[in-house]
């Protein structure tokens, strides 16, 4: 039996609405997703999925930021705080959003200091997750 | 709710829901396996905050 040619096995799949629409590509859903947690499910038309992407993440989000977590800026002389700022810049609206309006600069002797930082840290690195899930339903690899 | 419990528990439901919702496709097992998670990652905070305080007491 002949196996089929490499061309056709790789063809890239064009992801589909059910009304046949073509549905956004992986950028776009990626970067959609780093924006708005859950926003790559939405334009993949999995709004179920989105919602409680959104609802949790940015909530997570929100209660690290009210334990009194910090914000922390990317510091190449500590490598450990340079992990945790690129773990909360996986959800950069509301880590845009928290910089901008002046929140998490950090209680430090707050009882939940540790924790708020726990729930920011967290909520980047699942919001990463949810990226890469998005964005194997935008290029077909995983099916919808 | 600033007791170690509620924000252990808290952030427990909050990582489950988004896992369940990313491995599974269908609501009810959604849930299913979200309640999975929550209970495992609660239990093993309890046991592995046991074996500490008996290990350091």
């Known amino acids: 039996m002949t196996p089929p040619p490499r061309s056709a096995a790789r063809a890239p799949r064009s992801p589909r609405t059910a009304d046949g629409s073509a549905r956004?590509?992986?950028?776009?859903?990626a970067l959609a997703g780093w924006f708005v947690p859950g926003a790559g499910h939405a334009l993949q038309g999995q709004a179920q999925k989105a919602a409680v992407f959104a609802l949790v993440l940015i909530l997570m989000f929100a209660i690290g930021l009210g334990l009194g977590g910090r914000l922390f800026a990317f510091q190449t002389a500590d490598p450990l705080t340079f992990l945790v700022a690129a773990a909360e810049w996986g959800a950069l609206g509301p880590r845009a959003?928290?910089?901008?309006?002046?929140?998490?600069?950090?209680?430090?002797?707050?009882?939940?200091?540790?924790?708020?930082?726990?729930?920011?840290?967290?909520?980047?690195l699942l919001n990463v997750l949810v990226i890469l899930d998005a964005v194997d339903l935008a290029s077909g690899r995983k099916p919808q | 709710m600033t007791t170690h419990l509620g924000v252990m528990l808290l952030f427990a439901a909050s990582v489950a829901a988004v896992f369940g919702a990313l491995l599974r496709d269908?609501?009810?097992?959604?849930?299913?396996?979200?309640?999975?998670?929550?209970?495992?990652?609660?239990?093993?905070?309890?046991?592995?905050?046991?074996?500490?305080?008996?290990?350091f007491a």
């Open chain 1, 97 to 124: 959003i928290g910089a901008l309006t002046g929140l998490g600069r950090g209680d430090v002797v707050a009882v939940t200091y540790e924790y708020g930082n726990a729930f920011l840290i967290a909520s980047g």
């Open chain 1, 24 to 29: 956004p590509g992986a950028v776009a859903t």
């Open chain 2, 26 to 55: 269908e609501p009810r097992s959604q849930a299913r396996l979200a309640a999975r998670i929550f209970l495992g990652l609660v239990l093993a905070a309890y046991g592995l905050g046991w074996v500490l305080y008996l290990a």
